[in-house]
């Protein structure tokens, strides 16, 4: 993703204001990662700014970024470090230099400090008043090249949010928040079964209701068009709909289960007399469960559109919905607001989509909402996986290590395939598919197994899924440190001691160091309680996680300290980092013990957070603590590190303490 990007990478926009503001404008999406935290940090180091005066803006859909405007792979850091460092400092050297020339004095011999270019004698110019006269020049008079690590103020300190304080008092705005004229709120009546059809309609009940002002039908169903909410979901209750089947219709949990199981290409024999070690391992589909809705706003109009939601990939956004209109890509507007939460969930645009047909078949502009029920009903999942591994082994060592993972098929048309074309990779010629070069690019073993094979085999079902956090990682890598536990008991081996005698890098061994000295890997733990460990690298970072649990009632086991080390190259803001990773922490939690999603005759159960299980805080450990390890070089990617690190921690704790070996996940699915 960041070899596709690079053409289009300097592609920056950085305005400094006459009131003295510095204004990055973003081309990604701030989903409460911290993103847009860190990269003030960046421009405030390189300009020499106060942190308090730097802006980060998102950017509306930049169809010329091409590749560029995709968040998500863990990459946005790691793609915008250089060029936000570098259009920060080219901006500083024109400062600079504009200064110089008003005061006819070398501008080698002024300096920069809290938002102003200070020279010798004390005089001193802000930047909101050079500008105008910085913006005119071309060559600048002193080097524009970013600071040497050792001269920087902001980055690698820990920083609190820079919108925190509007985030809890409200003054942030999402989608559903923002007030476009003449939007009016509105919602969708859907069917029963995933992707099923309208058979029948009577809206005469809902249209006399107070407050409604259309009914229209969609492809996805019937929207509501009210004043208020309130009313718009009371209209939609009102209707009288009869809905045709779904085509997965005939599919439940145990049915897709089955489906995988037979998806799988048979192991390799092993030769004669070699001992091995079985596993298999089913995961269950799992919601996003952003904490805000999908939500979007549309005005659509004969000529143009313009629409205002949380995207993760506009410029995919844009097309499809200019398509989907009949216009031109450049008639769309895309206004990119931050959202709620994501986890990959916004890498689709559902909602938009359906505000722009709504709001052009109603002829007014709409604000679209998706319910709790509309997302975790027929909305996106993580697909559910059915893996086997077989370690072979003998006189200490690890001979071999087959593993087949079979998923529900992963959609990964927001953008990703365009990404990798791109970058160089011929997927027609190479005869694979988009899921299989993703996988193949992405996931590997650790460790040094001997002769490692990883295949992907996938189940096409028509249900929708998308990438939720770390992808496959999350299924493939929690299988593999399922394994390694597994395979390290048989073989008499410390589980720790396993991991490290294999680890193919001295980074990742010292993060493993940290978190077993750290942890007290190893101490003794009353009966029903045990450690758990797990390790993963991914996109330059390492991770390993160690927790406690407590399995005493086993129907309501629970993590009671976590430990987690951590190596992401160079952090830009350590407290960002460990938000990261203490979220990584909850997921791992939530889908290995209680968090997941049934499928019955082709409706998923599960509706809201009452009985969609993720981890509330009396699930959370008490005590968790967090060690990075020294900065170095560039940044690695981290919002996805953590999560198959910490599952695998809690299955192998969970496993520790009561004994048994865990096949299918949730455990208590």
Same mark, same amino acid.
């Given at each position: ?343 990959? =969930? ?5 909602? +938009?989509?359906?505000? !722009?047909?709504?709001?052009? &078949? /109603? $002829? %007014?502009? *709409? ?122 008991? =048989? ?5 720790? +001691?396993?991991?490290? !005698?294999?680890?193919?890098? &001295? /980074? $990742? %061994?010292? *993060? ?133 690190? !910490?599952?695998?921690?809690? &299955? ?18």
């Amino acid at each position: 993703m960041i070899l596709a990007g690079l053409p289009t990478a300097h592609l920056l926009v950085l305005e400094i204001t006459p009131a003295g503001r510095a204004a990055l404008y973003l081309p990604r999406l701030e989903v409460g990662q911290g993103l847009t935290t860190a990269i003030a940090m960046l421009v405030a180091d390189e300009l020499d700014a106060r942190l308090t005066d730097v802006d980060v803006p998102l950017s509306d859909s930049r169809p010329e970024l091409l590749f560029n405007q995709l968040t998500g792979g863990s990459n946005s850091v790691r793609a915008l470090y250089d060029p936000v460092r570098a259009a920060a400092a080219a901006a500083r050297a024109r400062l600079v230099t504009a200064a110089a020339r008003r005061w006819n004095v070398p501008a080698g011999d002024l300096r920069t400090a809290d938002s102003a270019v200070l020279a010798p004698d004390g005089r001193r110019l802000g930047f909101g008043e050079l500008a105008a006269d910085a913006a005119a020049v071309i060559v600048p008079a002193v080097p524009g090249t970013p600071k040497p690590a050792d001269r920087r103020r902001l980055v690698g300190r820990p920083t609190g949010r820079i919108d925190a304080r509007d985030i809890v008092t409200g003054r942030v705005k999402y989608a559903g928040d923002l007030r476009i004229p003449g939007a009016v709120p509105t919602v969708v009546a859907r069917p029963t079964t995933v992707n099923g059809t309208l058979k029948s309609l009577d809206a005469a009940v809902a249209r006399a209701m107070p407050g409604v002002l259309a009914v229209v039908q969609i492809p996805t169903g019937v929207a509501v068009l009210a004043e208020t909410f309130d009313q718009a979901l009371k209209a939609r209750d009102a209707l009288r709909t009869t809905w045709n089947p779904g085509p997965a219709a005939d599919l439940s949990t145990a049915d897709v289960r089955s489906r995988l199981r037979a998806a799988h290409a048979p192991f390799l024999l092993p030769p004669l007399l070699t001992p091995y070690l079985d596993g298999e391992f089913d995961f269950a589909f799992v919601n996003h469960a952003p904490m805000e809705v999908l939500t979007a706003v549309a005005d659509v109009r004969p000529n143009r559109a313009e629409l205002w939601f949380a995207a993760q990939s506009p410029i995919i956004a844009q097309q499809t919905i200019a398509a989907e209109l009949g216009l031109p890509q450049d008639a769309v507007t895309v206004h990119v607001v931050r959202g709620g939460g994501s986890f990959g =969930r916004r890498l689709f645009f559902d909602a +938009a989509l359906e505000a !722009a047909q709504v709001s052009k &078949a /109603a $002829g %007014r502009p *709409v604000k679209l909402m998706w319910t709790r029920n509309d997302d975790m009903r027929h909305g996106r999942m993580r697909p559910a996986s059915h893996h086997r591994i077989r370690a072979t082994y003998g006189l200490g060592q690890v001979l071999s290590w087959e593993h087949r993972a079979a998923t529900v098929r992963t959609d990964l048309s927001h953008g990703l395939g365009e990404a990798l074309t791109g970058a160089g990779f011929n997927l027609s010629v190479a005869g694979i598919s988009l899921a299989q070069a993703f996988f193949l690019l992405t996931e590997k073993n650790p460790y040094n197994v001997g002769i490692p094979t990883q295949l992907l085999a996938e189940l096409s079902l028509p249900l929708h899924t998308g990438s939720w956090r770390s992808v496959y990682s999350g299924m493939v890598r929690v299988a593999d440190e399922i394994m390694m536990d597994e395979l390290a008991r =048989r073989m008499g081996q410390d589980e720790v +001691a396993f991991r490290r !005698a294999r680890l193919r890098d &001295a /980074a $990742g %061994r010292a *993060v493993l160091d940290t978190v077993a000295k750290a942890g007290g890997w190893g101490r003794p733990m009353p009966a029903g309680q045990a450690q758990g460990v797990g390790y993963h690298d991914e996109n330059g970072a390492r991770a390993a996680y160690l927790v406690e649990l407590d399995a005493t009632d086993r129907a309501n086991p629970r993590v009671t300290r976590a430990v987690v080390a951590a190596d992401v190259g160079q952090v830009i803001n350590p407290r960002g980092l460990e938000a990261q990773l203490t979220g990584a922490l909850v997921d791992g939690i939530s889908v290995i013990l209680q968090a997941g999603n049934h499928l019955d005759n082709g409706a998923f159960r599960e509706g809201s957070y009452a009985d969609f299980h993720y981890a509330r805080q009396r699930h959370t450990p008490p005590s968790v603590e967090i060690h990075l390890m020294p900065p170095s070089g560039s940044p690695g990617g981290a919002g996805e590190l953590g999560v198959p690190a !910490a599952s695998a921690a809690v &299955a192998n704790a969970y496993a520790r303490a009561t004994g048994t070996s865990p096949r299918s996940f949730p455990i208590s699915f």
